[in-house]
C-alpha cells in the first residue's frame, strides 16, 4: 500500500508561483509513475504532469508546459510540482497521483491518490 500526502497548497495572486510537494510512503518501486492532477469545482479531473521513477523522465500536459515543472527523488519518496505564471485559471484542488501500471496521463491509470491540496489564485 501506497500512501501520498500533498503539501503546498495556498492563496497566491496571478503571476506569482507556488511548489507543491507530495510525500510519498509505503511500498514503492523504481517503475511506479507519480503524476500531479488537479480539478476545478464542475469540471473533470485534468493531468498536469508525471515523472517516471525509472529514469526520471517527465511528461507535461500542453496546458503547463513551460510553466510547471515536476520533479522527484525516488530515494526521499518526494515529489515536487513547481508553478510559475499562475493565473486565476489554474485556480483548483490538486492531487498527487502514484501508477504502478506504468500510466501517464489518464486518473484511470492511477491506483494511489493524496487527498489533494488547495489552490487558489486571485486576479
Known amino acids: 500500500q501506497v500512501q501520498l500526502v500533498e503539501s503546498g497548497g495556498g492563496l497566491v495572486q496571478a503571476g506569482g508561483s507556488l511548489r507543491l510537494s507530495c510525500a510519498a510512503s509505503?511500498?514503492?518501486?523504481?517503475?511506479?509513475?507519480m503524476g500531479w492532477f488537479r480539478q476545478a469545482p464542475g469540471k473533470e479531473r485534468e493531468f498536469l504532469a508525471a515523472?517516471?521513477?525509472?529514469?526520471?523522465?517527465?511528461y507535461y500536459a500542453d496546458s503547463v508546459k513551460g510553466r510547471f515543472t515536476i520533479s522527484g527523488e525516488n530515494g526521499k519518496k518526494m515529489v515536487s510540482l513547481q508553478m510559475n505564471s499562475l493565473q486565476p485559471e489554474d485556480t483548483a484542488i490538486y492531487y498527487c497521483?502514484?501508477?504502478?501500471?506504468?500510466?501517464?496521463?489518464?486518473?484511470?491509470?492511477?491506483?494511489?491518490w493524496g487527498q489533494g491540496t488547495q489552490v487558489t489564485v486571485s486576479s
Open positions: 515523472i517516471f521513477w525509472s529514469d526520471s523522465s517527465t
Open positions: 497521483a502514484a501508477s504502478r501500471r506504468g500510466g501517464l496521463a489518464r486518473p484511470d491509470e492511477y491506483d494511489y
Open positions: 509505503g511500498r514503492t518501486f523504481r517503475t511506479y509513475t
